[in-house]
């Protein structure tokens, strides 16, 4: 445990800075994953820390879920074809591969690589498959370490940098594996492939009869065919059973691993900072490795030394009693601009506020902090700016 110091007014606490350039430059750093609530900049943190890392020299891979559409095309991302492509135009000796996710390809790859051509056949035409993979509650986070996991085994890159989905809940992303694995071997689908599995004739036909019993009832609850499509999808899914659990248990395992770092993204926002700290917590309840915050889209001002109050004054001053040097819609303009300075300087002092107060509760999770660039990031040039701001080039 470590011990909390109430913050004080007069001196907020700092917090350590996160130093991503450490990070990403450290052989031993295998894997990064940025989480976060959605919209913070998760997709655009995981690209520009892929790139830095690439034009140090690194051998890169970007597991992008749901990138802008601008973003991808400028990574080179136009087909959702589940492979890692070479990103053109990186600097130096490095190299970067991007992917977007394709969360039903990767289910189908499974099923491709587990399961003889016919069953794997019969599986993928399954309607109950269909829609399991293309939308049950949970499987875009499996599948992201499902493909995690298999990039890793590839052992072709030096960093794995991965973004996770835009989920609703902090929780997810981490339950993922474990939910879909216990929807798998649940007791409802163990009790249906149940004859599969105890083998010999007259267990069999005794199962059947049972399982006849069964699906009859559950049947006119939920539909012949649906039924019919569950036990066809599920004694096809027998011989692979326990695999889906293995490898997920698998994943969770690297990631618990000392070459993975987690960071968690922000925007300097009440909310998206809570989320934040859920996060945090989490990751420490479930002993995984933090490397620190990502306060992403801070608000920066060309004049610090200029208070919002000054410049409010000064914008007054000039709106009524003009000035003996220059003209009135000259006067107009500046005053205009003093009163847009005033409502940055209180943005960022809000936002500075917000700040102090989550590092008052953790003031041992590094941070780094990213401006607000003036418009979206949609190239490299773009995510090489960002980059810049997570590593030491500007402060
Ligand atoms: N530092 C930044 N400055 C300006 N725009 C940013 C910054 N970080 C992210 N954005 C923009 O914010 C939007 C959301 O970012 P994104 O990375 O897609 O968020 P997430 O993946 O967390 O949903 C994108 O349009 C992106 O270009
Ligand atoms: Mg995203």
Redesign the pocket.
């Known amino acids: 445990m470590t011990t909390r110091t109430a913050p004080t007014r007069t001196t907020p606490r700092v917090g350590t800075r996160l130093e991503i350039d450490t990070l990403i430059e450290d052989p031993e750093t295998r894997i990064v994953v940025c989480c ?1 609530s ?8 995981a690209a520009a820390i892929g790139l830095r890392a690439a034009e140090r020299g690194r051998k890169v891979v970007v597991l992008t879920i ?3 559409r601008r ?1 991808a095309q400028s990574m080179g991302l136009t087909e959702l074809d589940n492979t890692p492509r070479v990103v053109k135009g990186v600097r130096g000796d490095g190299e970067l591969q991007a992917m977007m996710l394709d969360m039903k390809r990767t289910f189908d790859e499974v099923v491709l690589a587990h399961a003889e051509p016919e069953r794997a056949k019969a599986i993928m035409e399954n309607p109950f498959y269909q829609s399991l993979s293309a939308g049950f509650a949970g499987t875009q986070e499996y599948m992201a370490m499902e493909k995690l996991g298999q990039l890793r085994a590839e052992d072709h890159w030096d960093l794995i940098v991965v ?1 996770t989905p ?1 989920s609703r809940s902090a929780l997810d992303f981490l339950d993922a594996p474990s939910r879909l694995g216990s929807f798998l071997d649940g007791k409802v689908i163990r009790l249906l492939t149940a004859p599969a599995k105890v083998g010999g004739r007259s267990a069999m036909k005794f199962l059947n009869a049972g399982m006849g019993l069964i699906t009859g009832t559950l049947g006119k609850i939920f539909g012949a065919q649906l039924l019919t499509d569950v036990q066809t999808f599920v004694s096809a899914m027998d011989s692979m059973f326990g695999g889906f659990r293995e490898r997920a248990d698998r994943t969770y395992e690297l990631l618990k691993a000392p070459g993975t770092a987690f960071l968690v ?1 922000a925007a300097p926002e009440r909310d998206a900072l809570r989320e934040a700290a859920y996060f945090v917590d989490r990751l420490a309840a479930d002993h995984m490795p933090l490397a620190g915050l990502v306060l ?2 801070v608000h920066t001002t060309g004049a610090p030394q200029l208070t919002a109050e000054r410049a409010l004054a000064a914008a007054e001053a000039l709106e009524e009693n003009g000035s003996p040097t220059s003209s009135a819609a000259a006067e107009t303009v500046a005053a205009g601009l003093l009163r847009l300075h005033a409502e940055r300087v209180q943005i960022m002092n809000r936002e500075r506020r917000t700040r102090d107060r989550f590092v008052s509760v953790y003031p041992d999770v590094p941070i780094v902090e ?4 003036p ?4 190239d490299l040039d773009g995510l090489r700016t ?1 980059g810049d701001r997570l590593g030491s080039a500007v402060d």
């Open positions: 976060g959605g919209g913070v900049g998760k997709t655009t943190t749901d990138p802008a973003l973004d835009p993204v992403n889209r990213v401006a607000a660039l418009g979206d990031v949609h960002v």
